[in-house]
């Protein structure tokens, strides 16, 4: 049965990316073998108009909303999930500076601002097929408006920027990386996009990690950058109210496992059904078991997922929230825990290189450590959710 969250709308969106799906899933082994951006995915995005796909109907996109992004973004993991973390970081910049931003208190000068400003990057991505990155972490803090170390010192037409990013997801792919940093004696965030081809951007170190190896997650530095002053996104101050205001944002990563979780299943009950191989192992009461316990995982993360993006969106209640964190820390624990039960219930086989299963098994364990709601720090809120005066509650 549809879920509510499931419209015909959304649906139509998640759709196109199912189509793309099997050739995704075709080209995922070489990506990780050689820790290679996957271009190819992106050309196939773009083609199928989803690089717009949180830009409206009226400037040229496909109109969806932050649910439609999550369901699509589920769809996406399903069948490439280092793809899907790469996109998320491209939609989530249209969906803050979209949705999110709509939702906000503006003043009419920076609502005109925000207008001006957002239609310059719609059109960018829908003309000329831009790709925008999203390198907030910096290794120093794990708030999302906390430990930002990146200065942006005001000059003649915008800002010159100095500052260094870790986990830069896109580093070699954007067109342009849409940081977070500060001026100095000013403690509201800047949301500036730096083009790629500035003077003064370097892309530096190697690229290879244990999972999501098509990421290209290299350190973005930034050193004295010129960014003019049509590329800040967001008017000051906005980028801390949304921080606080629409938290929801920071659980976009969680959708791409969410899709993981689903692939890690299609394949576990295709080699328990004997698909693709002369042998079924599905009459196995241990199997079944362990089939068992991996429905239970994947549905209990679904359902919290859905729960909670059937009542995402701005202003929160405290309770709302804490359920935000629960489905993180629920579905991010629980991809590694299924990757590990289906790999032991495919066999050893199942660890040969090139097998979905073994770079599941990797790809999921990258989830617990995005910040910043990471595992760690939303097992720490959770821990004092309800046990301290509100005003006590951490930032975002
Ligand atoms: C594949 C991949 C892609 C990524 N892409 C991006 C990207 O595109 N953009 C981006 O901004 N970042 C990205 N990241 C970075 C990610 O969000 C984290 O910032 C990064 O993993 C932190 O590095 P660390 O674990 O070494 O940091 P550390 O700060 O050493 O944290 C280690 C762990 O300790 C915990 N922790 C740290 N501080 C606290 C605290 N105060 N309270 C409770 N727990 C805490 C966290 O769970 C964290 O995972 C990516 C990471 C990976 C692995």
Known sequence: MTHAIETPERMAIVERVAALGPHFAKRAADYDRHATFPHENWADLKAAGLLGICIPVADGGLGGDFVGYALTSAELGRWCATTALTYNMHVATTLLIGQLADDLDVDPEDRRLLEQRRTVLRRGIIDRGMIHSQPFSEGVAAGATEGILTKATPAEGGYRVTGRKIFASLSGAADIHNIVCVVEGDRRIRFLGVPADAA???????????????????????DDVFVPAGNEWLPPGLFDQSARRWPYFYMT????????????????GAYLRGEGGPIERRDHPIKQQGWAEMNLLYDRARALCYDVLGEAGVDPSFEALRRAWSSMVTTMNAAPE????????CGGRSMLRPSYLEQAYRDARCGATMLPWSVEVCLERLGRAGLYPSTDEPPA
């Open 253 to 268: 990563l969680s959708f791409s496992y969410l899709g993981l979780m689903r692939g890690i299943l299609d394949h576990a």
């Open 200 to 222: 003064g951007v370097r892309i530096e170190g190697d690229w290879d990690p244990l999972g999501m190896r098509g990421t290209d997650s290299r350190n973005l530095v930034l």
């Open 338 to 345: 299924m990757a590990a039960i289906a790999i032991r219930i």
